[in-house]
């Protein structure tokens, strides 16, 4: 009896069982560690990293005392550091004194101060299509929120399926914003590396050759990367091109002002493309001429054409826009459209803004001709008058994307590999040393075609 009970005990159900649940425990952790996603790396590949906030990362890495941020575009002053324009402050001072002050939501369209004043920038006060009442306009999220906008409006509106041509070469994120939104893209020719100008003969041909109502996406100013702009022969060309061929124009206009140092001046095409009759649209940004790069404050601008039904057809288009804006963000911030704002509506801080905006534009060109100007003295191989020519922010230097890894390995001079450099990243404590960095590279490297 003693051992039959024995043998009972040992025989209890759960050690019977033990081995089988270990199994099927194992079984089940395996499968989870192979199941524990729907997004494999199959579905989901690792991205990149951006080029250029990979440059960023890069500059900020390196430890040597002389090296030179080219990179970014924003803008610098003579010592290198970010500059808050003083307009900037005594707007930020009075927003902070004013008690009636909040935090609330903005309106789905954003400020209206703000939007009004914008459109009264980039059209010109005296616009015809703002006297018709023929035009509507969104706070966005900076240029690109702008951009994006217009791209969720003309996937969703546009008759057909148009293409998209940009410039070759033209800001990277178009393709991205554009792509998301599975608008077909396409190019048009643009920078010459022969003259290191404009192609406007090939331009012109891509317009001519691309199918009817196909949208053409504009630098309105200081085109990026290449710092070329259409002369305004040109622009009166390309206008008339245009409507032959019932294209349908986006300006993206990210530099006004900062480009030349007049508001107007830089605002000519838009100004030219409206009086023609164009219906449009136009993304705005306010980083770069207000300095509120981290603010994200930006506008984006639809202009019916001229008839009888203009106003009730910009009626309908402001309310969709309403519809998409409100599904993307719902509603724009509040900071940076409100110091915009202020100067804007302001006009004894409009007129010290617009002192502010030569002084920017002011210092860059004083760069370009010490660079050209050094370069020559040296008898930098090539011709560097295309340094002068081109304005805004950037240049498109012609260096090759070997010379641009030299420069970094050597000098430790930061700019993107298809020659591209800020201009602002330039001053008077380092013009010196980066020429000489360029003479020599250039010099040394076997496909130099400057």
């Given amino acids: 009896m003693t051992s039959n009970k024995n043998l009972s005990t040992s025989s209890d159900p759960s050690s019977s069982f033990s081995s089988p649940n270990l199994r099927l425990q194992s079984i089940y952790g395996q499968m989870s560690q192979s199941t524990s996603t729907s997004f494999s790396a199959e579905a989901v590949p690792q991205a990149p990293e951006d080029p250029l906030f990979g440059l960023m990362a890069a500059y900020r890495a390196d430890t040597f005392d002389k090296k030179v941020d080219l990179g970014i575009g924003a803008y610098r002053d003579n010592n290198a550091k970010p500059w808050v324009l003083p307009v900037v ?154 409507k032959q061929k019932s294209h349908f124009p986006f300006f993206d206009c990210a530099y006004q002002g900062f480009a030349s140092g007049d508001l107007a001046k830089d605002a000519w095409a838009v100004h030219y493309f409206v009086e023609q009759g164009f219906e449009l649209c136009i993304a705005q940004s306010f980083a770069k001429n207000f300095g509120l790069y981290g603010e994200r404050a930006g506008c984006f601008h639809f202009v019916t054409g001229p008839g009888s039904d203009s106003q009730e057809t910009i009626r309908r288009i402001a309310s969709q826009l309403a519809v998409l804006q409100r599904s993307e963000i719902s509603n724009p911030p509040a900071y940076g459209a409100r110091i915009a704002s202020t100067v804007l509506n302001d006009e004894s801080l409009f007129k010290e803004w617009e002192a502010n905006l030569r002084t920017m534009s002011g210092r860059i060109i004083d760069m370009r001709k010490a660079l050209r100007s050094k370069l020559e003295e040296m008898g930098t191989p090539g011709t560097w008058n295309h340094i002068t020519d081109q304005i805004g922010m950037f240049s498109f230097t012609g260096l090759s994307e070997k010379q641009v890894l030299e420069l970094r390995e050597v000098a430790h001079v930061y700019m993107t590999k298809n020659g591209r450099i800020s201009m602002a990243g330039l001053n008077t404590g380092n013009v010196d040393y980066f020429a000489k960095a360029v003479d020599k590279v250039v010099r040394e490297t076997s496909d130099a075609k400057l």
Wanted: net charge positive; charged share 15%.
């Fill in 89 to 242: 402050k005594k707007a930020d001072a009075i927003l902070r004194d004013d008690p009636t002050l909040n935090h609330e939501y903005l309106p789905i369209t954003g400020l209206q101060p703000f939007t009004s004043a914008a459109a009264k920038l980039i059209l010109g006060a005296s616009s015809p299509a703002l006297s018709e009442k023929r035009t509507c306009s969104i706070q966005t999220i900076s240029g690109t929120g702008a951009v994006h906008l217009g791209a969720l409006f003309i996937k969703k509106f546009y008759p057909g399926s148009p293409t998209v041509y940009f410039s070759n070469p033209t800001w990277a994120n178009h393709n991205q914003i554009f792509s998301n939104v599975q608008i077909p893209i396409s190019t048009y020719p643009y920078f010459s590396k022969e003259t290191k100008g404009l192609d406007f003969a090939g331009m012109k041909k891509a317009i001519a050759e691309a199918p009817n109502h196909s949208v053409i996406l504009l630098h309105a100013c200081a085109h990026n990367p290449t710092g070329v702009d259409p002369t305004q022969a040109q622009w009166k060309q390309l206008a008339v091109l245009m």
